[in-house]
Every structure is written in structure tokens, then in C-alpha cells.
């Protein structure tokens, strides 16, 4: 495995128009894109950026994720933290099949088939007891995309 660029921290929400304020008034975040659901996951999912570092296209994001009705573990998450909090981290690499048969063969659980996530390109999550307690994401971008 080789470590990628971080894409996103994931923080989930009770309320992403309240999240939305914060960013902006408290952390002084300037691009705030607009909200949208991802009904087959089951989240409401709006993306902040930060800066990147000099030179760089693009910061890391934070992915702010509200349940939609119905959703059973981002709601469980809210449950255990009703302010919200971080729920997980995203890493970008340049293949998504052979990063799975990778951790596979490292023995991490690989949570499903790589699905499209919010960003339109393929995703897994691997299970935060294998990843030193970190629910992570594995997200492909193709050597031009950046996000
Ligand atoms: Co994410």
C-alpha cells in the first residue's frame, strides 16, 4: 500500500445547515459547496474546502454528512454523539480494485464492493477495528482529477 493524498475528513451532523454556519463564521471556510443526498447511502453530504498548500490544486475537504430518514448508522453515530463529530477519513488512490485486494490480503475487512461515493468515483470503507480505530475510506481519482 501506498499512502495517498488525504481527500476528506468525514464529519457527521445533525444539521448540515447548522454546520454550514460554523464553518463559515467560526472557521472562516470560503467555499462551501452546495448540499446534496446520496439516497442510496442514506446521507444528506455537503463538502468545505480548505485550502491547498502552495502549488497545490486542492485542500482536503470536509465531508459533512446528515442521515436522511431511514439511515440506521450515521443516525446510531448521532446517538452515541448528539454535536455531531468525526466520523471518518477518506485517502485517495490510484486504483480501486487493486487497493482492496490489497488490504484483503493484509487481512483488513473490507466493507463491501467498491460503490460510487459522493464524489462520483469508486469508494470502500475498511472497518475502523482493523485501522486502528479509524472508520477509513478508499477513494479512487484518476492521476488528473484531483477533486
Ligand atoms: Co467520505
Redesign the pocket.
Known sequence: MKLGRLN?I?VATPSIADSIIFYRDVMGATTIHDPFDLPDQGVKVCFVDTPGAEGAMNGTQI?L?EPLPGNASIAAFLEKNPAGGQH?V?YEVPDIHAAKAEFEAMGKRVLGEPRI??HGTL?FFVHPKDMQGVLT?I?EVSAQDGH
Open positions: 476528506h468525514g465531508e454528512i471518518h477518506c461515493g459522493a469508494i475510506e477513494m
